[in-house]
């Protein structure tokens, strides 16, 4: 009897030809949706992501094969991993059955009537089965926030279902009809065996070849709807993270893409093909959201939906007819206050599992709105004052040294007289006058350590970190121009800075060949090292340590500050969301000259100092400017005044290292 | 509607002011300026009209240090035409500035006809006179000043003026006339610096050369000095907690509790 | 000197400003020591019971023409000008407000005299007139001589106190007769302000904000502190057009003139048009984080330090003593 399922008559035709029929029709569909978001791709704005091939391979092989990122969410981590192994096996058997399929005349047997793939096949199935019932169970019973449970994502589930258990349906049919009660290589279609009703071979027979057609069908619908899912991540996302960021995630320059970027991005076509790539990529699992300040806070954004938008909203607007519909995507598709909402805190990119880089479209964006001078009168003011005095307080220069008055001895001019290390102070440490105490007893400490330092006075500019954030792209080569001449004056080995942002933009945007740059905290704990500083009082108390955005998650910055806290002999606990976890104070990216929004429900730094206050710590320890201003004004609205104290490293440091 | 801008520079008070060794004059060696807030508003306004209305906007300015970058700032805002007036020494008063403004309004072929000529209503450094209403006197045209809304129609410029507390006045205007500007309907618009910059590249600033004026005026500083500080707040120093606890031990001492 | 001292007396919708019993104080002073009578001129219609109120010039130059009862400069100002060409006064103080700004400098371009700006004080020296000005935002005082026939003296409010120029004595009211041609700007209406949840000319306490409580949240810190002293929450104009405050909220020229028992300042570095408003505060108190902001020469308590944390910290300790 012949089992070949092709070699029947389906509607008077041979089955082979009719599965020709299918296939040509389902590839075609399918071929025909692929190119036609492939050719979006083309109409896209130009980026080379196509340098350093080694290193994309061996990403490539890391976020695609292995999915370390998954597994930072543990509960569905190993059921995706089981999930896309399970479907890359079937992907393989199922060509291989259809090219046998069409083509009868191979003398190959069915992957399933090989012992080896048979095996696979049946013991994936089961697996696959197993994390579809663990995904179920969580999307019914434990959605996670931000999970958005769509029917795609059921219907997909359902599909996969049913590809299981034809295959094992199958399997228990083929024995039944062979006769056979049980084989090695099938374990669990053995185990169907069992249940399954009696009948005849013939019957059993025919069932077999239904399972492998619907089977077949079910991956032939499949395939048609892959490309109009979500998906489409199957086939998007191993391409994403080849052609992924190389760059430090601190670098927002253009390099390498269309010089129109600098101007911003209105429609979808003046996004890059990557950034395109991206939406097609995102596979809508809710990370970025879950992670995010923004979305947690209760303001407008959500990094998923940003990404989903623009990708709906490329296909919408690129494949309408030529009139479109006239959706806007700035207005109509992402409103303003969603592109203000951001703090650049990276937790989005950090924790996305496809590697898609949300803060560069959104920054995008936010160019766009800057070159038509739409944005809050706040930031403009900001922005009008970065532009005549350098700084954001509105404050002349020539006060930027202001500070150093009251020190009582006079810090070096680098430009004047030779120094090791150039000291970058950034406006917050320089103008704040709720932050100038500190900065001294930075000054005060570096001097106690015999560290050789000057800094640029009314030279230095706001480094532009932030400025650029806001999507000032202009201002930000302004200041960074002004900042690199003034640097060009001094003589100097080494940039050590105050503020993390512009520890960011000195490191990674200002192209300083060879100059290492360090934040106070890695000087801190160098001279420590070294044994130029001595805690000769130590000091009590548990303490906490909040990692800066920019130090950490952007720098990969976690210890030094660590090291130096602990040296003072406090005893250092951690937060419950640290490293890498660190949550956003929430001034980043320009917010801090941004008002809320209506509807915020906790401000991201009212969460840190409640998450702080939760531990029993006596100080919550910072190493920004920012976060101290942030964390001191969460600290009123909080209600927590007197009960948690907010403190820079250096006050830590100064005091335990203070002469009697 | 065409509409021309008056502007001049004032000194910039983020900076430390110093007395000139005249003892009459500020000291100039330190001395920065900037753009007369008022003026930068007149231009808010007359680029809001322009893009409500169409038409074009020239702005009319004095040569001052810096200057260049003001006026290709307002061309990449929209304005037209930047014409500045060349030759002249720092002007010292407004009268003068008066005449000057007045000559080259009068003089210039093109610069008239327009609907209406705007400027901030007053500066920081008007010690002899106002702008706006000489300039409309001149030209026999009507004036308002201390304008914070204007709407254009046909031959009618319909304007609001503040008054106090709160209440405010509306007036007709016939056009032409000139406007002095408290306030625009919204704050100067953000122009992004690569904007600047491709203005720099692609327009340039027309001069025009300063007429002779007399310079004489009947108002002569004879000294100019910073400010005696006649009462000082009594400080209360300490934590805020501490000087919470003075506060109200003061409040409580006169009976405001 | 030759010729009398002038002040133009400011009156609209049937009230004497404030600013002229001011100006009548600083007019009497220059008019002695110049040894000539001091005249205030009123220019209204039906207006002859403000006239009434001036009794401190030695003559009120009254002059009703229904042409004057709105608010048109042009009006008033070839008004002036007639009075003026009649009568030769040697010096014109004209209020620095928004309502008469216009007419001085109108009258000052008909007249082709100079406008003398931002004067705070005045004096007559000999056949001289010094005038102390303000210039560069408070920056800098000037000593100015004015010799222009006449000289039109802008004076800014504050010069004087108003007690100082009211009088009880019944007004020498001279009727006065101009003839004015039809203006060229023609007086609509007032717009009056919406109407207000709160009338902070009538509170008692006042807890002003400026553009140093950062952000519109940090309102809630001034409304609780307001609440405590069972008062009402004003401010500046920055804060004001930033839409933080309704426009019936805001103090200084433009805005309300308040005189409440007690003025907190959070956050408000003290600009003149500011001051204007809340200088006749029975009781001043600056929190600013500027030890050098002008408001502190004003204000009779300082603070210099965060608003942001002294507002709570005044709430709670208030809120204690009241029980």
């Keep these: 009897m012949d089992l070949d399922p092709v070699r029947i008559s389906l509607m008077g035709l041979p089955a082979w030809a009719v599965l020709w029929v299918l296939t040509l029709g389902a590839f075609g569909v399918f071929g025909f949706r692929a190119w036609q978001l492939i050719g979006l791709l083309f109409k896209a704005r130009s980026e080379n992501r196509f340098d350093q091939l080694g290193a994309r391979v061996m990403r490539f092989a890391r976020h695609v094969l292995l999915q370390p990122r998954l597994f930072n969410e543990p509960s569905i981590g190993l059921a995706h991993f089981l999930i896309f192994w399970g479907f890359v096996v079937y992907v393989i058997c199922f060509n291989w059955a259809l090219i046998r399929g069409l083509a009868p005349v191979l003398p190959i047997p069915y992957p399933d009537e090989v012992g080896l793939s048979a095996f696979f096949l049946d013991v994936f199935s089961v697996t696959v089965l197993i994390s579809l019932a663990a995904a179920v169970v969580r999307r019914v019973f434990f959605p996670p926030a931000h999970l958005h449970l769509s029917w795609d994502a059921n219907l997909i589930l359902t599909l996969i279902g049913i590809l299981m258990l034809t295959t094992l349906f199958g399997a228990g049919f083929r024995l039944v009809g062979e006769g056979k009660a049980a084989s090695g290589w099938t374990p669990f279609g053995s185990l169907l065996t069992a249940v399954l009703p009696p009948m005849t071979a013939p019957t059993a027979h025919a069932w077999a070849k239904g399972m492998w057609w619907m089977h077949i069908i079910t991956v032939l619908i499949f395939l048609v709807y892959l490309p109009y899912s979500k998906h489409l991540h199957l086939l998007a996302s191993p391409f994403n993270v080849f052609f992924g960021n190389l760059r430090p995630a601190g670098d927002l320059s253009i390099a390498g893409g269309s010089e129109e970027l600098a101007a911003g991005s209105a429609k979808w076509n003046e996004f890059t093909w990557k950034q395109l790539l991206s939406g097609f990529s995102c596979a809508e699992c809710g990370r970025c959201d879950r992670s995010c300040p923004a979305a947690n806070s209760g303001f407008p954004l959500e990094p998923q939906q940003l990404v989903q938008k623009l990708k709906k909203h490329t296909i919408h607007a690129g494949l309408a007819k030529p009139n479109g519909n006239g959706e806007k995507l700035i207005g109509d598709v992402i409103t303003e206050n969603e592109i203000w909402s951001c703090t650049t805190c990276m937790s989005c990119i950090e924790r996305c599992a496809v590697l898609n880089e949300q803060i560069p479209i959104l920054v995008q964006l936010r160019r766009h709105l800057v070159s038509e001078g739409q944005m809050a009168k706040t930031v403009q003011d900001a922005l009008n004052n970065f532009n005549r005095y350098g700084n954001s307080f509105g404050k002349s220069d020539r006060m930027r040294a202001k500070w150093t008055q009251a020190l009582g001895w006079k810090v070096k001019d680098a430009r004047k007289e030779e120094v090791e290390y150039l000291w970058f102070v950034g406006d917050y440490a320089s103008f704040d006058p709720r932050l100038e105490e500190s900065t001294r007893k930075t000054a005060n400490v570096f001097k106690a350590a015999g560290v050789d330092f000057g800094i640029l006075y009314e030279g230095e500019r706001n480094a532009g970190n932030d400025v650029r954030r806001i999507g000032e792209e202009g201002l930000f080569e302004m200041l960074r121009d002004k900042n690199l001449q003034a640097m060009g004056k001094a003589k100097y080995k080494t940039i050590v800075t105050t503020d993390p942002h512009a520890f960011n933009t000195l490191k990674n945007e200002y192209d300083l060949k060879g100059v290492e740059v360090l934040h106070y905290s890695e000087v801190l704990d160098r001279l420590a090292a070294q044994g130029r500083l001595t805690f000769k009082n130590k000091l009590a108390g548990r303490v906490t340590y909040h990692d800066p955005c920019y130090l950490g998650r952007y720098n990969d910055i976690y210890e030094p500050a660590r090291r130096v806290l602990k040296a003072t002999g406090v005893e250092l606990v951690e937060m419950p969301r640290s490293f890498n976890r660190s949550y956003c104070c929430g001034a980043g990216g320009g917010r801090i000259w941004m008002e809320d929004v209506e509807g915020v429900k906790e401000r991201p730094a009212e969460s840190r100092v409640r998450e702080a206050a939760a531990l029993g710590v006596t100080t919550l320890v910072v190493a920004c400017p920012k976060d101290l201003v942030m964390f001191q004004d969460a600290l009123k609205t909080a209600g927590l005044e007197g009960k948690l104290a907010i403190k820079d490293v250096i006050d830590l440091v100064e005091e335990a290292t203070r002469q009697a | 509607m065409n509409i021309l801008v008056l502007m001049k520079v004032v000194p910039d008070v983020v900076e430390e002011l110093e007395v000139g060794s005249d003892g009459k004059s500020l000291d100039t060696s330190f001395l920065r300026t900037i753009i007369n807030e008022r003026d930068d508003h007149a231009l808010e306004q007359a680029l809001l009209l322009k893009d409500k209305h169409g038409g074009k906007v020239t702005l009319l300015t004095l040569d001052a240090p810096d200057i260049d970058d003001v006026l290709f700032t307002a061309l990449a805002k929209g304005t037209d035409r930047a014409v500045k007036i060349c030759g002249v020494e720092s002007v010292q008063s407004t009268q003068t500035a008066v005449k000057l403004f007045g000559d080259v309004i009068a003089k210039t072929p093109d610069l008239l006809p327009v609907d209406l000529i705007l400027t901030g209503v007053s500066a920081i450094d008007d010690l002899d006179g106002l702008m706006a209403a000489p300039i409309a006197h001149q030209l026999g045209w009507p004036y308002t000043g201390v304008v914070t809304h204007v709407t254009l129609a046909d031959k009618t410029a319909t304007v609001i003026k503040e008054f106090a507390g709160g209440v405010r006045g509306e007036y007709d205007v016939p056009t032409p006339a000139v406007l002095g500007i408290q306030a625009a309907e919204k704050p100067p618009r953000y122009v992004p610096v690569a904007k600047v910059r491709a203005a720099m590249k692609s327009q340039t600033i027309e001069t025009v050369d300063a007429p002779a004026v007399e310079a004489a005026t009947t108002v002569e500083v004879q000294q100019m000095a910073k400010p005696q500080v006649t009462g000082h707040a009594e400080m209360l120093e300490g934590s805020a907690e501490d000087v919470a606890g003075k506060i109200c031990e003061l409040l409580a001492k006169r009976g405001l509790l | ?323």
Excluded at chain 3, 47 to 65: F, H, I, S, W
Excluded at chain 3, 114 to 125: G, I, Q, S, V
Excluded at chain 3, 262 to 281: D, F, N, Q, R, T
């Design chain 3, 1 to 323: 000197m030759a010729g009398n001292i002038w002040i133009v007396a400011e009156a609209w919708r049937g009230q004497v400003s404030e600013i002229t019993f001011e100006l009548l104080a600083l007019g009497r002073e220059v008019a002695g020591q110049a040894g000539v009578p001091l005249e205030a001129v009123l220019l209204g219609s039906n207006a002859r019971e403000l006239a009434q109120k001036l009794g401190a010039a030695d003559t009120v130059l009254y002059a009703d023409n229904a042409a004057l009862a709105d608010p048109v400069p042009e009006n008033a100002a070839a008004a002036l000008a007639q009075l003026i060409k009649e009568r030769q006064p040697a010096a014109v103080l004209v209020p620095l407000t928004n309502l008469s700004v216009d007419v001085g400098v109108v009258l000052a371009a008909q007249l082709n005299v100079p406008f003398l700006n931002y004067c705070k004080n005045l004096k007559a020296d000999g056949g001289n007139l010094t005038a102390t000005c303000v210039l560069y935002g408070g920056k800098m005082e000037a000593t100015v001589t004015a010799s222009a026939k006449p000289a039109i003296i802008g004076i800014l409010p504050g010069a004087r106190s108003v007690e100082q120029g009211r009088s009880d004595k019944a007004a020498a009211i001279t009727d006065v007769a101009v003839t004015l041609a039809a203006p060229k700007v023609h007086f609509k209406k007032y717009l009056d302000p919406e109407t207000a949840d709160v009338d902070i000319t009538q509170k008692d306490f006042l807890v002003a904000v400026g553009r140093g409580i950062q952000t519109k949240d940090n309102l809630e810190l001034a409304e609780d502190l307001a609440a405590s002293l069972g008062g009402a929450v004003c401010g500046s104009r920055p804060v004001i057009d930033q839409g933080w405050l309704g426009l019936s909220r805001q103090v200084g020229k433009s805005g309300m003139l308040v005189k409440p028992k007690l003025y907190v300042m959070l956050g408000i570095s003290g600009a003149p048009e500011h001051v204007e408003g809340m200088k006749s505060s029975q009781c001043i108190i600056a929190v600013n984080t500027d030890a050098a902001a002008p408001i502190f020469n004003v204000a009779h308590y300082g603070v210099v330090g965060d608003a942001l944390e002294v507002a709570p910290a005044l709430t709670e300790k208030i809120k204690a003593r009241k029980g």
